[in-house]
C-alpha cells in the first residue's frame, strides 16, 4: 500500500478537510493534512487532476515539494461521490495519476515492472474477479441485478461526463465519440448500437457526450441502472475511451475496442487506436486486475477502522449492495410485533422507512414490496417475502425482547419449513461447489466461531461437571415452535425424543439441555426429563458441545452449532441442514436436497450468503465477521426498561396459556 511511512501533506482543497472518511484513510496510510506551505520534507495532495488541482501544483513547484495525487479508487460506493456517499478505498499516486499517460503513474509503474508471479496473489485475483461478478460489484453498485437488459447481441459504445479529466487526459472532445461511434457501428454492420448513459449523467450531476441527436434505428441511448457484468454478458463487441467499463469488460472477457489511454490500454487486453508507446509489457487478465485492485490501492474498512485487502472490501461492499437493492423501493411489513419493529425498521428501513400494517388492502395501496414474519404468515401473504432470525442472532433471548444483529430474508419460503422449497436450500445447492476464496472465508468463519465459542444466542452461562461415558446431548425445544410444526417427523415433543434416544442409545449417558426460552418460562415445551441421567440448565451450549460425542436432535439450530465442532449429530426432522450429506437422518428429508455441498459450503450459504447483519455501532449493513467480533467481545446495547417488562409480562402469559392446554 502507498504512503506507508508519516508525512506532513499539505492540501489545498476543501474536499480533503470536509470529507471525513478521505481524511480517515490519508492518516491511516501515514499522512498527516496540513494547511498553510511545505517545508523540506514535506508533500503536496492534489485530487488527481481535478479543477482545483493547479493550486496544489502551484505550491508544489514553488517550494520544490512531492505531490501526492490522491483518487477514488476503482471499487468506490454505491452511488457516484457527488451524492455524497464516502469511498471505500483511494489510490495514493507519488508519481501521477492513473488515467494520464502523459506520465507514468505509479499503476503503471506496476504493471510495467512488477513480477505479478505469485500464485497466491494471481488466485486471490481470480477469486475476487469471480466474486465481483456473483455480487454484481461495480465502481459504483447502486443498482438492481435483476433488471433485465436488452437482447443479447449488441455492441456497447460506452459514454462518459463531459469535461471528466480521465476524458481530457485522452484528448477526448466531442468529435472523438462521433468517431467513436463511427467505427462501432462500421465494424458491426447491422448489429444494434446501445450508447450506455454515465450512471452520473442518469442522476443529472453532469452531461454525456451522446444525447438523442445521436439515436436512429440502429443506435439507442441506453441509461437503465443495470448491472454492467450483465450487460456485458449480451455485448458482441465494447468501445469506449477512456471508461472503466473497458477495464470490466476486460474482466468480463472482452477484448475492447480503446479509443483513448486509459491504465488498461496497451497491455495485449485491448485493441487500441492511440496505444501508449511505452506500453510493451504483454499481461493477463488477472495480473491486471491483481496490479490495479490489489498493489495499487488503500483500501478501508468501516466497521474496524483501519486499512484492510481487497476482500474485506469486497465484503464491506456486498453487505452494502444486498441491503440497497433489496431496500431502496420501500417494504410494507406485516405480522410484526410492536417490539420488533424498531429492530426491522434499523435494518430494512433505511433507504425508506418501513411501514407497518395487518390490512391487507392498505398494504396493497402502497405499491410497495411485501414483507411478512415468517410464523404469521398466510394465505394473504402470497408472493410477500419472509422474515425471521438469523442464526447468529443475539446476547440474551428472542423471547427476553433482546434485539436480533441477524434478520434472514426469504423470497421462496423459509429455512424452518422443508414442506417447500426456500432460498437458503438454493444457497446451499449453489455452495455445493466454492471457490477457493470462498472456501478459505467459510473455514475462518468456523474457526472464528468455535474459538470464541459463539452461538445464536450466546447465553454464558457455567460448565457444569458431566459423567463420564458415551455422552450424546439432546436439545429441547419449543414444541410449538414453526420448526416442529413443519419440519418435525413422528417424533414431535421432548419427552418423545428423549426416549428414542434412550431406544437408539441405552448404555449412552443422555444428556438433556432445556431450550433457552422453555427455561426461562417464556415458551411451552417442559419436561420432567426422565429418560435423561443429567438435566443441564443454565449451561452454555457451546461449551457442552466441546463435551459431547454426538447431538440428536429433531430440529434445532444446535445440531448445527454441533456440525461447527466436528460433532455428530443425528437429525429426526428436517432442519435446514439435514439432507446434504452431513448429518445422520432418520427424519423424512426432501427429496430435493440431493446437493452435497462441504461443511464449509453449508456455513457459506447459512451464515454469509442468507442472513442479513446490521452493525450495532454505526448502524450500518456489515458482513457476518463484524457481528462475530461484537458477539465475542459483548459491544452490544442491552434492551432497556420497557423491553424487559414486556418480556417479563409474555413469559407469564405463556405459562398461563400452558396450564390451560
Known amino acids: 500500500m502507498a504512503g506507508g511511512e508519516s508525512s506532513r501533506l499539505f492540501v489545498y482543497n476543501g474536499g480533503f478537510l470536509t470529507q471525513r472518511r478521505v481524511r480517515r484513510i490519508l492518516q491511516l496510510s501515514g499522512y498527516r493534512l496540513r494547511l498553510g506551505l511545505p517545508g523540506p520534507g514535506d508533500m503536496v495532495g492534489v485530487w488527481g487532476n481535478s479543477p482545483t488541482a493547479h493550486r496544489g501544483l502551484s505550491v508544489a513547484e514553488k517550494r520544490n515539494a512531492p505531490v501526492l495525487r490522491v483518487e477514488d479508487a476503482f471499487l468506490r460506493s454505491l452511488h457516484p461521490g457527488r451524492a455524497g456517499e464516502p469511498p471505500i478505498g483511494l489510490h495514493l499516486d507519488r508519481r501521477g495519476v492513473h488515467f494520464d499517460a502523459s506520465v507514468p503513474s505509479d499503476l503503471e509503474t506496476l504493471l510495467a515492472t512488477a513480477p505479478l508471479d505469485d500464485t497466491a496473489l494471481l488466485d486471490r485475483a481470480r477469486d475476487a474477479i469471480a466474486r465481483m461478478q456473483e455480487a454484481h460489484l461495480s465502481k459504483y453498485s447502486g443498482f438492481d441485478p435483476a433488471t433485465p437488459v436488452p437482447e443479447p447481441g449488441y455492441v456497447l459504445v460506452v459514454d462518459q461526463t463531459r469535461g471528466d479529466a ?47 441527436e445521436d439515436a436512429n434505428r440502429r443506435v439507442t441511448l441506453y441509461d437503465d441502472p443495470v448491472s454492467p457484468w450483465t450487460l456485458l454478458e449480451g455485448a458482441v463487441a465494447v468501445y469506449t475511451l477512456s471508461s472503466q467499463f473497458g477495464f470490466e469488460a476486460i474482466l468480463a472477457g472482452h477484448r475492447p475496442r480503446v479509443f483513448g489511454q486509459p491504465f488498461y490500454a496497451g497491455w495485449g487486453l485491448t485493441q487500441d487506436e492511440d496505444p501508449v508507446p511505452r506500453r510493451e509489457r504483454r499481461l493477463t487478465r488477472p495480473q491486471l486486475f491483481a496490479a490495479a485492485m490489489m498493489l495499487y490501492p488503500v483500501w478501508y474498512d468501516p466497521y474496524c477502522d483501519r ?52 390490512d391487507n388492502a392498505k398494504a396493497d395501496a402502497t405499491g410497495r414490496p411485501r414483507m411478512v414474519w415468517a410464523g404469521k404468515a398466510t394465505g394473504d401473504h402470497a408472493g410477500a417475502t419472509r422474515v425471521e432470525d438469523g442464526f447468529l442472532r443475539s446476547r440474551g433471548l428472542g423471547a427476553e425482547l433482546v434485539p436480533p444483529l441477524s434478520l434472514v430474508t426469504d423470497d421462496i419460503g423459509i429455512y424452518y419449513d422443508p414442506t417447500g422449497p426456500s432460498r437458503l436450500e438454493e444457497l446451499i445447492t449453489r455452495r455445493a461447489t466454492l471457490t477457493a476464496a470462498q472456501e478459505r472465508r467459510a473455514e475462518r468463519l468456523i474457526r472464528s466461531l468455535t474459538d470464541k465459542g459463539l452461538s445464536k444466542y450466546n447465553l454464558g452461562g457455567t460448565p457444569p461437571d458431566l459423567p463420564q461415558g458415551h455422552r450424546v446431548l439432546v436439545p429441547g425445544q419449543v414444541e410449538d415452535d414453526q420448526s416442529i ?100 437422518d432418520l427424519g423424512p428429508i426432501p427429496p430435493r436436497r440431493t446437493a452435497r455441498p462441504s461443511l464449509a459450503g453449508l456455513v457459506h450459504a447459512a451464515l454469509i450468503d442468507y442472513p442479513r447483519y446490521r452493525d450495532p455501532k454505526n448502524g450500518h449493513p456489515c458482513p457476518v465477521e463484524v457481528i462475530v467480533e461484537c458477539l465475542a467481545t459483548g459491544r452490544i446495547p442491552h434492551p432497556g426498561l420497557a423491553n424487559r417488562t414486556l418480556s417479563k409480562l409474555q413469559g407469564l402469559f405463556a405459562s398461563a396459556s400452558h396450564l390451560w392446554r
Open 485 to 584: 410444526l413443519t419440519g418435525a417427523g413422528t417424533v414431535r415433543t421432548n419427552e418423545a425424543l428423549l426416549e428414542t434416544v434412550r431406544a437408539a442409545r441405552p448404555d449412552a449417558v443422555i444428556l438433556y439441555k432445556p431450550h433457552p426460552d422453555v427455561e426461562a418460562g417464556l415458551r411451552t415445551g417442559a419436561t420432567g426429563a426422565g429418560a435423561a441421567d443429567m438435566v443441564l440448565t443454565a449451561a452454555d451450549p457451546a461449551t457442552l458441545l466441546g463435551a459431547v460425542d454426538e447431538v440428536w436432535t429433531m430440529t434445532s439450530l444446535l445440531g448445527f452449532e454441533a456440525l461447527l465442532r466436528g460433532v455428530r449429530v443425528t437429525t429426526l426432522g428436517a432442519p435446514f441442514y439435514a439432507g446434504w450429506g452431513l448429518t445422520d
Open 307 to 358: 486499512l484492510c485487502e481487497l476482500e474485506d472490501a469486497l465484503d464491506t461492499m456486498e453487505a452494502e449492495a444486498r441491503a440497497w437493492r433489496e431496500d431502496h423501493r420501500g417494504w410494507v411489513a406485516s405480522g410484526m410485533r410492536l417490539w420488533k419493529r424498531p429492530a426491522l425498521q434499523q435494518m430494512f428501513g433505511q433507504q425508506k422507512r418501513v411501514i407497518f400494517t395487518d
Open 166 to 212: 480521465s476524458v481530457l487526459a485522452s484528448r477526448g472532445d466531442d468529435a472523438r465519440f462521433r468517431e467513436m461511434l463511427v467505427f462501432a457501428q462500421e465494424e458491426n454492420p447491422g448489429a444494434r448500437i446501445l450508447i450506455k448513459t454515465h450512471p452520473e449523467t442518469r442522476a443529472g450531476f453532469r452531461p454525456g457526450y451522446y444525447g438523442p
